[in-house]
């Protein structure tokens, strides 16, 4: 019987393996992510099946009410998808290394200087559901920055998960790439193991439903990176350009309504409302989206056999196609309502008054705000990221679409010459020059 690695015993190998990553050069890191995104290009039959296997089985959750509708989307692996994983990690190939970056630089008296140098945070342990995409995007990202990884994805994707784990660590080659670096847990018992293990895992990245990021915060001592909900919101101001207003907020709504950048929320001055909302209605209908509007909007609207909307809709991540419509009296009452029921995700105004676009871009409190553009923008990969670690609506560390700096912190080297402190205290203590190199 084959010995079965427990999930510290791979937190240790990740953690012992990540001080060899963090000093592997850039052209070994490099090279590993040409050699990954080769195989996955070299391995799709094994992917696509290992993905049928799970999509087969993820329908027959769905019937049983196990799984939603967009966990089965999110899940699925075509070969466009492919192309994109491969693409990702090419690019995150092209980022520049930022491991052993100085960061700043400060004389504190002749001949002793101090450095504040970028470095890996150590070992990440990311919890995601479905979207094996995930699996590319953290290894990539891990490698590139030197971190080790500990990655555990839901069960309706363990067959493609473990298939793109293989494919990317069986082609690693180089001696200076340890691939202990990157683990795959695949129990369900593992996340609770995992997140016990604050001696060994130094950050932990979940991604998925609100109830499942709430559990991994509530149950874990490790410092937690993500957001629980994707509250997005669109904004019709009184003076905006119909085109740009009617694409965007289709766009933010239907492109792709199962992920936390799409809006849940469209907002429309009062001024604006008679003439915009029955066209964007007409079109939200014509693509099956599910309307919920306040007292104003429903008798705008009524004619489109929209629904009432309730307190809760403002506060609502649908994750569907379905969007709760208020009209506002002002751009202060529709950054008051963002700010209010909003995430801190990512929020857009559609608008040609440029004050207006400024007040709602310094005003709303979220990690994204946009103007004139689709709040699906907000992704590490469409941000030049290379890839994503996640989004997060948090203040400390990272904020927003997290590429690369969230696996990132910094260490000081205090570089000096016999240097010793009981020089500078006392009464004939000597002076720091504290000057910037």
Known sequence: MKFMESVKDKAIMAKEAFIKLSNAKTKDKNDALLLMAKALDNNRKKILEANNKDIVEAKKLLQKGELTESLVKRLEVTNSKIDEMITGIKDVAKLEDPVGKTLSAIELDSGLELYQVATPIGVIGMVFESRPDVVPQIISLALKSGNGVLLKGGREAANTNRAIYEVLTGSIKNKSIPKEAFQLLERREDVTE???????IDLIIPRGSND?????????????????DGICHAYVDKKYDEKKALDVCFDAKVQYPAVCNAIETLLVHEKSAKKFLPKIAKMYKE???????CPQSFEILK????KKAKEK???TEYNDLIISIKVVTSLEDAVEHINKYGSHHTDVILT?????GEYFLNFVDSSSVMLNASTRFADGFRYGKGAEIGISTGKIHARGPTGMEGMLIYKYKLIGSGHKVADYVGKNAKPFTHRKL
Request: charged residues 35%; aromatic residues 12%; hydrophobic residues 40%.
């Open 352 to 356: 040609e008054d440029k004050k207006a």
């Open 303 to 306: 004619d489109f056999k929209v």
């Open 313 to 315: 809709d403002w506060s």
């Open 287 to 293: 693509a099956g989206v599910e309307i919920r509007c």
């Open 212 to 228: 499942f990021v709430r559990f991994v915060q509530s149950n874990t001592k490790i410092p937690v990176l993500g957001h629980a």
């Open 194 to 200: 995992m997140l016990k293990l604050d001696k060994y």
